[in-house]
């Protein structure tokens, strides 16, 4: 295969030693602009005595401290609506995402126009990579909480977007029968989902005529037996892709290789791993594993410097013979006890802090059960067991007010086991909120 195959040769298969030198300017830059405009790593840096002075050869970023998730929820409480991480005009920023949060309530990603521009090219790079092409009509059945727009934006540079949304199935199904739709992009479990939708409308799914399926959100695509069973059952191939809301929206994507997801946001933000206990650098090389750790590199909205993305990934390879040179990943996991519900980030401390707002027919005690390892144990209705007390409510009524209220909250179905006062466990510490079933 030719570096023609890529979408941005110069990106694509730029050397080690180039790319290392251009981040670093890069990273200078950046590490200036959020000096000068973000009040958060203004304190930050200050605090962690860091300067773009310190940064003389590309190693001596791993000094610079890290940017957890939670410290952007609570700058973002605190400076509503974007954060003291903002470091543009609020004005310039041009679209606004959001995620579900611990609490909850949503957190706010801003993108101004040339932010928005880059995170295109990232996707179109990797969607290209994964086997787009203009002939491709894509319907997009991602939910609204993750960066449905930057994969838009992709499909209708390369082929064609038919925007339709989650549980919508008919919609689909009439996107491919009558708008000749004949590639997918969903989370990796939807496509199961999916084929069982078309039984039980006497469809089969090869009818479709589906070409490619874009997976991701899940671990699910990388399970061999998962990918043989979607792929079988629908005759096409599943190609998967990854990104985050947080740092850019796809950016890693496999090759028709499909040794591993290779990195392609090169230019627009840099991936280190880490050891998730000890946060020291761990090197990217063949079958090393960590946690991802990311850097924007040109963002003005909301730059993100050391970014702990909580994916837990192995390094699949360094070489491939596509010819692109960015390394390759598989996720492995997530670093904390965060579900995936179809493809929707569920935190088990927000599900604690829904049920306990039924106070007083509720405790607040609650504890998630995981009958299967993850992915197939996040599917939903997810089972909570909920204490409650029988004087303060209706135990019918009760259950189907908590599963309405987490479905409007936090986007996720869950299938509420009442219990009495005192039937689940108290720990001293940290509550366990997460029981897996199959361990047990
Ligand atoms: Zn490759």
Same mark, same amino acid.
């Given at each position: ?101 611990? $609490?909850?309530? /949503?957190?706010?990603?801003?993108? &101004?126009? !040339?932010? %928005?521009?880059?995170? *295109?090219? =990232? ?36 082929? $064609?977007?038919? /925007?339709?949304?989650?549980?919508? &199935?008919? !919609?689909? %199904?009439?996107?491919? *029968?009558? =708008? ?49 069973? %979607? ?210």
């Amino acid at each position: 295969m030719t570096h023609a195959a890529c979408w941005n040769p110069g990106a694509e298969t730029i050397d080690a030693h180039t790319l290392a030198r251009h981040t670093l300017n890069q990273l200078r830059q950046q590490v200036d602009y959020v000096l000068a405009r973000s009040p958060f790593y203004q304190q930050k840096l200050g605090a962690a005595g860091r300067t773009t002075a310190d940064l003389k050869q590309l190693e001596a970023f791993s000094e610079f401290p890290f940017t957890e998730k939670a410290e952007l929820r609570e700058s973002q409480l605190a400076t509503p609506p974007f954060g003291a991480h903002l470091a543009c005009d609020p004005q310039d920023v041009r679209r606004v995402y959001s995620t579900s949060g611990t $609490t909850g309530r /949503p957190t706010y990603i801003g993108l &101004t126009t !040339r932010d %928005i521009a880059s995170w *295109r090219e =990232a996707a179109v790079r990797s969607f290209w990579c994964a086997g787009l092409r203009p002939e491709h009509r894509v319907p997009v059945v991602v939910s609204p909480f993750v960066v449905a727009a930057s994969y838009a934006d992709a499909f209708e540079t390369i082929g $064609t977007c038919i /925007p339709v949304g989650v549980n919508m &199935t008919d !919609r689909l %199904i009439d996107a491919f *029968r009558f =708008a000749k739709a004949n590639a997918m992009l969903c989370t990796s479990s939807y496509p199961l989902h999916f084929a069982q939708a078309l039984a039980s409308r006497d469809i089969d799914p090869r009818s479709l005529g589906l070409k490619v399926i874009f997976g991701g959100g899940e671990p699910g695509a990388s399970i061999p037996w998962v990918r043989q069973q %979607i792929e079988d059952t629908f005759g096409c191939r599943l190609m998967e892709v990854s990104g985050n809301g947080d740092y850019c929206a796809m950016a890693w994507a496999e090759c028709e290789h499909r040794i591993g997801m290779h990195f392609m946001a090169q230019g627009i933000i840099h991936p280190e791993l880490i050891d998730p206990d000890t946060g020291a650098p761990v090197k990217i090389e063949d079958g090393a594993r960590g946690e991802l750790v990311c850097t924007s590199l040109q963002r003005e909205s909301q730059p993100l410097l050391r970014f702990r993305t909580r994916d837990h990934v192995e390094v699949t390879h360094t070489r491939c013979h596509c010819g692109r040179t960015g390394f390759g990943i598989r996720i492995i996991g997530r670093t904390d006890d965060m579900l995936i519900v179809r493809g929707v980030n569920v935190y088990p401390s927000a599900v604690r802090d829904v049920i306990a707002s039924f106070a007083p027919a509720t405790n607040g005690v609650m504890e998630i059960q995981l009958h299967k390892a993850p992915p197939e144990g996040w599917e939903p209705p997810v089972h909570i067991k909920v204490e409650h007390d029988p004087q303060a409510a209706d135990a019918a009524g009760l259950k189907a007010a908590i599963e309405a209220r987490l479905r409007e909250k936090l986007i996720f179905r869950a299938d509420i086991e009442l219990v009495p006062p005192l039937a689940l466990p108290r720990y001293e510490y940290k509550a366990q909120l997460v029981k897996k079933c199959w361990l047990a």
